[in-house]
Nanobody
Framework: RVQVVEPGGGLVQAGGSLRLSCTASGLTFDDYAMGWFRQAPGKEREGVSCIKWSGISTYYLDSVKGRFTISRDNAKNTLYLQMNSLKPEDTAMYYC??????????????????WGQGTQVTVSS
């Protein structure tokens, strides 16, 4: 069966950095687009960053452009999200997900089929 696991997360001060990782098993990893999503209390889930199966094409939410970098290592079935210059508004539960559809111009959670359990990221001011 497919498993998506994202350990990591944590508490960091504003301006700090954090790297999230995610591993997926039970699927052919490089057949799947991968994405990072987040959801803050009382808000809708939003696509933070997504990456095509090849790793060449990426998408970023406007508010994280220039601060976050998504990458993947297909040999290790692992997805990463390097988050720099973190802000309190980045505080949310972060989820990793895998999907077969790549749109390029957006990163919609409805396009993703397999989800991790989420990891909390808290940025203190």
């Amino acid at each position: 069966r497919v498993q998506v696991v994202e350990p990591g997360g944590g508490l960091v001060q504003a301006g700090g950095s954090l790297r999230l990782s995610c591993t997926a098993s039970g699927l052919t990893f490089d057949d799947y687009a991968m994405g990072w999503f987040r959801q803050a209390p009382g808000k809708e889930r939003e696509g933070v960053s997504c990456i095509k199966w090849s790793g060449i094409s990426t998408y970023y939410l406007d508010s994280v452009k220039g601060r976050f970098t998504i990458s993947r290592d297909n040999a290790k079935n692992t997805l990463y999200l390097q988050m720099n210059s973190l802000k309190p508004e980045d505080t949310a539960m972060y989820y990793c997900a895998a999907g077969l559809l790549w749109r390029g111009s957006s990163c919609g959670h409805l396009d993703y089929n397999y989800w991790g359990q989420g990891t909390q990221v808290t940025v203190s001011s």
